[in-house]
């Protein structure tokens, strides 16, 4: 829910922006214009960074359910949901200042340089997700084909093993494509700011392109 609110948030500041692009929104002359426009664009970019770093902090969330695998469902730890929703909010806004600041300086370079380490973290969180997997499937395997072994795992466990496997499959799935997609998506992003002018047209149509590609995916 808070990634499809983050989405949706995203979508109305580009909007917004993007009026101001074109110049059918005009206001740069009033008073505090450039504090409001640039407020406006480092929310925008922490709506993105909370969306895109969503998939990190779900298969951390995954890896903790299979950690307290015994307790999971009958030992609630507030702690744990606190503790990972600061740090995604933290983070995700700490990326954007980053973006923010590099773009200020260089563009195209931090885009080369932020593309392919995103990349890189949605290979690694893939193949956490097929580890995650993997264990949980050996786990209620032993389970099934000796339950004395097992006997310390209850059935909540065992129901508990069940609900993992069905989230990591339909996650693996999910951060299969992402991956792929998000790929193209840093392929696509160097090629609209490299060859192109980003106050052109063009570009902002291509950016608009992206955004509209973002906001129906991440």
């Known amino acids: 829910m808070t990634k499809l609110l983050h989405i949706w948030l995203h979508v109305f500041c580009r909007t917004f922006m993007f009026l101001y692009e074109f110049e059918w929104i005009l206001f740069t002359g009033a008073a505090n214009s450039a504090p409001f426009l640039l407020v406006v664009s480092l929310f925008r970019q922490h709506c993105v960074g909370v969306s895109s770093l969503s998939w990190f902090w779900i298969v951390v969330e995954r890896h903790t359910a299979t950690h307290y695998l ?25 990326m954007a200042a980053a973006l923010l600041m590099g773009a200020a300086y260089d ?24 580890y995650l997997r993997k264990y949980n499937k050996r786990v209620i395997t032993e389970i099934s084909r000796d339950p004395f072994k097992g006997k310390r795992y209850s059935l909540a466990t065992k129901y508990q093993l069940n609900e ?4 990591l ?30 106050s052109s047209p063009i570009a902002q149509i291509l950016f608009s392109f992206l955004d509209m590609l973002i906001g129906l995916w991440v």
Do not use: K
């Open 169 to 198: 499959e339909i996650l693996r799935r999910l951060l299969l494509s992402a991956t792929l997609f998000n790929s193209f998506i840093g392929l696509f992003i160097t090629i609209a700011y490299g060859f192109f002018n980003e």
């Open 107 to 130: 563009i195209v370079i931090t885009l080369c340089i932020g593309a392919p380490l995103y990349a890189a973290t949605q290979i690694y969180l893939t193949m956490m997700l097929y």
């Open 164 to 167: 993992n496997l069905r989230g």
């Open 70 to 94: 015994i307790d999971y469902e009958s030992n609630t730890r507030p702690q744990i949901a606190v503790i990972l929703i600061f740090t995604h909010v933290v983070t995700s806004f700490s």
